[in-house]
């Protein structure tokens, strides 16, 4: 029983900065791990990111460590993502997910509408 709506995306050139928020809806957000995805036209949709529901612990794919950071703000019902030196790869659709279960799967219960991030090169 959650909903998910995603926003800050836009058109960013290569080496700038975006911060994505994901707005959750329900009283069992702070149950939920917490993942931000992407994906482009043809190709694989992509775990870009993760949190615990307790937020201790994250998760990273190596192609973002040390540029994005994940984190998350129970009190608003928030999960951010934070995007710095961006590069032309990571043109994406970025979507918010929560997942009842694991941290680390493609397979999460609740899916947002998704935004689009663009960076120019």
């Known amino acids: 029983q959650v909903q998910l709506v995603e926003s800050g995306g836009g058109l960013v050139q290569a080496g700038g900065s975006l911060r994505l928020s994901c707005a959750a809806s329900?009283?069992?957000?702070?149950?939920?791990?917490m993942g931000w995805f992407r994906q482009a036209p043809g190709k694989e949709r992509e775990l870009v990111s993760a949190?615990?529901?307790?937020?201790?612990?994250?998760y990273y794919a190596d192609s973002v460590k040390g540029r994005f950071a994940i984190s998350r703000d129970n009190t608003k019902n928030t999960v951010y993502l934070q995007m710095n030196s961006l590069k032309p790869e990571d043109t994406a659709v970025y979507y918010c997910?929560?997942?009842?279960?694991?941290?680390?799967?493609?397979?999460?219960?609740?899916w947002g509408q998704g935004t689009q991030v663009t960076v120019s090169s």
């Open positions: 949190i615990h529901w307790g937020g201790a612990l994250t």
């Open positions: 997910a929560a997942n009842a279960g694991r941290l680390v799967t493609n397979e999460y219960d609740y």
């Open positions: 329900g009283r069992t957000f702070t149950s939920y791990a």
